[in-house]
């Protein structure tokens, strides 16, 4: 990964951006083909939704920092604002859906598992059958695209059914599901977590808002997830730092306001103690 040049902004990149290279599309909507080589060098992001059905596949997709194997017959899905960028070998074929997120409401109650969840496991494996009925509907959200009346319920319609069959072979995948169902109040911490991160980093905050002790709740978090509920948080964190470091031009100063630290040498410390690098130099690589 090169350096960027005076660490300019990298920009969200916003759907409009994309009409170019679209296959077929309406304004909330388009539809690409992944064919061949390509590469992505600068992590970006994306202020919407996408959705990647891979038939003969290989590379890597980076996605949040963590790096995944491209392979025949997954669904990789990214949400907005996560950091990414790919490199795929030369007999690469896959299909992209990028939703703007007005549309994705329309069918997100398909998903059958939090978006979290999605997040925390981007990367689904198919099996041949649920792969043939994706790759169906990706063509027939294709072919209503390219008609010059498309109908969006009818597109709805096929991203329901898509959202639903990624959902059915995600479950083998979300192996932390189980335990936030069986579990409702490690679903609501981790909930909570992603909603105050910037500002609360202590435990007690977080179990007083579950109406129980800070130390039942690391018990919870270490018999169930195994990991402490402070380790949680601190993962929250230093995710947000990364894609701060690698997507926009803020100073670490300004990236350590933006967390609540108190000053960026408490958050420099703080990275370097977790990552083995220094933000500085975690920038530049």
Not at 147 to 165: D, K, Q, Y
Request: proline content about 4%; aromatic content about 12%; overall charge positive.
């Amino acid at each position: 990964m090169s350096k960027p040049d005076n660490y300019k902004h990298i920009p969200v990149l916003g759907i409009q951006e994309f009409r170019k290279e679209q296959l077929a599309g309406r304004e909330e909507l388009l539809f690409n083909e992944l064919l061949g080589e390509k590469h992505i060098d600068q992590p970006h992001r994306h202020d919407f939704f996408i959705i990647m059905l891979f038939d003969s596949a290989q590379g890597v997709h980076s996605i949040d920092f963590r790096d995944y194997q491209i392979g025949d017959k997954q669904v990789h899905v990214l949400f907005p604002g996560q950091v990414h960028s790919w490199h795929m070998k030369l007999d690469t074929t896959g299909y992209q859906l990028m939703v703007h997120h007005n549309f994705l409401k329309h069918f997100a109650p398909y998903f059958r598992f939090s978006f979290t969840n999605y997040i925390n496991h981007p990367v689904i494996p198919l099996s041949d059958s649920n792969f043939s009925l994706l790759k169906y509907e990706f063509t027939a959200i294709k072919d209503e695209l390219k008609t010059g009346n498309s109908l969006p319920e009818l597109i709805s319609a096929r991203a329901a059914v898509i959202a639903a069959i990624v959902s059915k072979e995600a479950e083998t995948v979300f192996t932390d599901y189980k335990v936030y169902q069986s579990r409702p109040r490690l679903a609501k911490f981790h909930m909570l977590v992603d909603q105050h991160f910037k500002e609360e980093k202590l435990v007690a905050f977080y179990a007083s808002q579950l109406n129980i002790s800070a130390n039942y709740l690391n018990i919870l978090c270490k018999r169930n997830l195994k990991i402490s509920a402070t380790q949680l948080i601190q993962q929250r964190v230093l995710l947000e730092a990364k894609r701060l470091l690698h997507s926009t031009d803020f100073s670490i100063k300004e990236i350590a306001f933006q967390l609540g630290f108190v000053d960026n040498a408490y958050f420099s410390n703080f990275f370097k103690t977790h990552t083995g690098t220094k933000p500085t130099e975690f920038r530049e690589k």
